[in-house]
């Protein structure tokens, strides 16, 4: 929950960085997640990675994924919805 | 529109990472388009009372373009461009910012001690004369004591925490919220104590007196 117009913690702003960076937060909300970056440095960090990492994962494709890798991904995604971990 | 902005290191937008260009010798930058026609997306600058809101490594006076727009604690230009960077805003005088809104905090948690008949732990933050001492005395405070003026020493010494670790901005930020806690949980408080931090910072930089920019 959001008390503060002015304020947001560090956990709401992990639920809301996907939406930040595919600029989908309305306007009042972009404002207090980038006040909260003005004072908060790891959050800065965190936004960077998950901004880095959207980056790589856009250059990748599926032909370019080495042998074997798209069945060992599939195989850990269905194992994580079984509750196994996604061990294979 | 005269207003301010802060940027990151090389004039460089905190959020969208887009550099500034710089002014010249003969006068203000050239201007900076918004990225495109949304009226949130234009060029956002504050004026002086919501400085503390923005902190960043550098301090600029802009102008911002026709139309104008107010957003939360921000004004929003069509366009903008970098008139003059305020030189006094540097890492030291940051610092020097963070450690009077210590100062700050520490006479909001002395004045909760009196308020519940602490006087002698009072005293004792009122002697401190360092941010080191400071630190000890309110980790003391706020192991020994309970309640209000426990929770407030408890802010106080993270507050100096953060400060003595480097992080000026973020030890701004959790005075603020020590204004809050004082005000049994007032969350109004906290954009308060940020405006008053902001006109305290405006007087050390020598900004505007005028309290409308």
Redesign the interface.
Known sequence: MI?????LSCQELVELVTDYIEDRLP??L???F??H?????PCRIYLAQMRETVTLAGRLSEEALPAGAKEALLAAFRGLHRGDGGQP | MIAYK?LSAGAVA??TRRPWPLPSPAGAGPWLDAPDDRP?HGVHACRVRDLA????SELWRVELDDPLRD????IIGSRGRLVERISRWDESSARGFAEACAWRARDRSVAALRGSAFDQDAALLVGCSSLSELRSVSNGISTRSCGLPAALAGYLAETVDFLLAG?S??S??ISARSAVVAERGD?DA??EE?EEQSWALAERLGLSPQRDV
């Open positions: 008390v503060n117009s002015d304020d306007a009042s972009r404002t207090r980038e006040m970056l003005s004072y908060c440095e | 802060f905190p959020f949130e809101f923005w902190l960043d957003g939360q604690r921000q992080d901005a973020c701004t930020y969350e906290f954009g940020r």
